[in-house]
């Protein structure tokens, strides 16, 4: 009786730190990435980063595989660069990928 009443203790002492180290861990890492992800990059630049997944997915599939993102990044280039507008999607993936 004396060792579960001892195991239930320390199982209540420890669970609070236990919380708390959580929070803690989980807090600082929220807070690390939002202040990584609000740099002085503009929203087309960011829309153009977030499409590298689909950027890859597509080369990799010779332009089978056509992703939400890829496509708005191609849009957001041909908008605002006259370059991209005669460039193929093609080659615009590509292009992001070396970014």
């Known amino acids: 009786m004396k060792r579960l009443l001892l195991a239930a203790a320390l199982l209540a002492c420890t669970a609070p730190a236990w919380a708390g180290s959580f929070a803690g861990t ?3 890492a929220t807070s690390a990435g939002t ?3 609000s740099g002085s990059s503009s929203g087309d630049d960011k829309v153009v ?3 590298r997944d689909d ?3 597509f ?3 010779d332009g089978a595989i056509r992703g939400a993102r890829l496509e708005a990044a191609l849009r957001q280039l041909r908008e605002h660069d006259a370059a991209a507008r005669g460039a193929s999607d093609l080659d615009l993936a590509r292009a992001i990928l070396a970014r």
């Open 59 to 61: 080369v990799a599939s």
């Open 55 to 57: 950027a890859a997915l």
């Open 49 to 51: 980063l977030a499409a």
């Open 35 to 37: 202040s990584a992800s």
């Open 26 to 28: 989980t807090g600082g």
